[in-house]
Structure formats: structure tokens, C-alpha cells
């Protein structure tokens, strides 16, 4: 496919109510091929209201999942880890409701759960055990789940590309699939060619998003690079913007956002230019 342009909604809410319609509207004319979501309401109606709306815009939808405590898929517990493939079945509803190809995020573990231990290889079992049933319902629905790297402050088990790999070559499922995140890769990684070449069978998914989560290309990420090494392995998928805000002030301080990076309308305008700026080099 040729490469589309997203938007992450979460730069103004986590929420997927008509209220987000107007964002939806502005961004489709700012150039946007679709916007992102996070899968967190309880109400499966907004969903599909969302859906209709963005169909009469002509915006493609994709999605985002994290997972909490009592339903993390590295749990000891059994019980906690059957409860996480129901919450990832339940989002991958909630993604066919929306039209959505990609399921994207790191919900091969619990975030900001940690263990007094490094990740061990038996935790990647239990993720993977868990990752590979949920990747025969999401071929069913028609969806990829493009699982995330997110830095040590976030999670301990998939950390790097290297790491994020293991996790899929385990799951061993066409639909169990990568995310490339520059924010996090920007922390953990130690190049940027390499790590990319890495997950490059597996890539499905690109965030944009600088090292301050503000206005990618005004930041500290090295772009040309990011960019250069995309196209040197052929990706073809989304390059979609996830930069965060205080405008929805319960997920800002359950992400830790504690001050403005940009604003919002300018991380969409000037990041819309720059990565249609990029992909045309």
C-alpha cells in the first residue's frame, strides 16, 4: 500500500464520543488520510458512531490498546493472563466496529507494571501464548495487531526492537505483527538503520513522535535517518503523529504529561508538512 498519514486523537482526548467529531473534520482538512484512537470507552455505541463519521469524511480509523494489572498477559496468575486475551478480543471488536486494520500498542504486557526482575524468558512465553490466540481472532476480524516497544519507564519486557522481535518470532502468527515508535526508540535504541532492519519482516505500524512528544522535526529525533532507513526496507504502512497535551487532564496524569509540549493544532499542521515533506524526498 502507499504510505498514509494518521493522527492520534489522544493529543486533545482518550475519549471516542461525538465530541472528537470537529478534530476529525479540521484534520481531514489539514491533508489526513485517518486518525487514530485509543480503545478504552465501555460504550461499544461511540465506536460505531465514530465509524459512520469518519466514513462521510472518507478517514480511514486505526487503534491503540494498553492493558492494566488484572489483565496482564505476563501474570503468574493464569486467571489474569486469560483475563488479558478477553480484553484484547474485546478491542479487537471494538476495532472491526471502527473499520480498523491495525490494533496497535504494547499490550504484550501491563503498562507501568513492573517486577523486581529483568523480563524472563518464561514471561515471553505467557505473552506470546496469549498474543498468538488473540492474533487468530484478529485474522478473523481482519485486523493486524502491530504490538509497541515502549521505553523503561513504561514497561520491562519489550524495551527494543531486538526485544520486540523475540516477542513476535515467538507468538508465531501472521497477524501478531510490530510497531516502530521514534519516541521510545529515541531512549532505548542505539542506532536507528539497524533496529529497523531488525523488525523490518514484522513492521506494520510507524508512530511519529518526537523525543519531547511535541512538534515532530523541531525536536532531538535523528529524521533523516528515521526516514531513510524506512524506505530502505520498503515500508509501506502508516506514518501516523502520536504527540500528547494537557487538554484531557485525566490522561495526561495517567501518562505523566505534565506540561505543554506544543500545541496541539501545530504538532497537526507542521507535522502534516513535514512528514508529506519526508516521504516525497
Not at 513522535?209 to 533523516?224: A, K, M
Not at 513535514?274 to 516521504?279: D, K, M, N
Request: glycine share 6%; proline share 4%; net charge negative.
Amino acid at each position: 500500500m502507499k504510505n498514509k498519514i494518521g493522527f492520534n486523537l489522544l493529543a486533545w482526548s482518550a475519549g471516542v464520543s461525538p465530541v472528537v467529531f470537529p478534530l476529525m473534520e479540521r484534520l481531514k482538512t489539514i491533508g489526513y488520510d485517518g486518525v487514530e484512537i485509543l480503545i478504552a470507552s465501555q460504550n461499544n455505541q461511540e465506536y460505531k458512531d465514530l465509524a459512520q463519521h469518519a466514513s462521510q469524511l472518507s478517514l480511514e480509523v486505526n487503534t491503540v490498546l494498553v492493558m492494566g494489572e488484572q489483565e496482564n498477559p505476563i501474570s503468574p496468575d493464569t486467571a489474569i493472563r486469560s483475563a488479558g486475551l478477553e480484553r484484547i478480543n474485546w478491542a479487537i471488536d471494538r476495532a472491526y466496529d471502527v473499520g480498523a486494520t491495525v490494533l496497535c500498542g504494547p499490550f504484550h504486557s501491563a503498562h507501568g507494571v513492573f517486577a523486581a526482575h529483568a523480563p524472563t524468558e518464561e514471561e515471553f512465553k505467557w505473552a506470546a501464548e496469549v498474543l498468538n490466540q488473540a492474533g487468530e481472532y484478529a485474522k478473523q476480524a481482519g485486523v493486524v495487531l502491530a504490538l509497541e516497544a515502549v521505553n523503561r519507564f513504561e514497561t520491562y519486557l519489550c524495551n527494543t526492537m531486538e526485544k520486540l522481535a523475540h516477542l513476535i518470532e515467538l507468538s508465531d502468527h501472521p497477524h501478531v505483527r510490530a510497531m516502530y515508535d521514534t519516541h521510545h526508540a529515541n531512549i532505548e535504541e542505539k542506532r536507528i538503520k539497524e533496529p529497523i532492519e531488525r523488525i523490518s519482516p514484522y513492521l506494520a505500524h510507524v508512530h511519529i513522535s518526537e523525543n519531547d512528544r511535541g512538534t515532530p522535526g523541531i525536536g532531538l529525533v535523528h529524521w533523516e535517518e528515521v526516514f531513510s532507513s524506512l524506505r530502505d526496507v520498503n515500508y509501506e504502512g502508516w506514518y501516523t503523529i502520536e504527540a500528547f497535551s494537557r487538554d484531557d487532564p485525566d490522561f495526561a496524569n495517567a501518562i505523566n504529561v505534565w506540561r505543554e509540549y506544543s500545541d496541539p493544532w501545530e504538532i497537526a499542521e507542521h507535522g502534516y508538512a513535514f512528514i508529506r515533506s519526508q516521504l516525497t524526498k
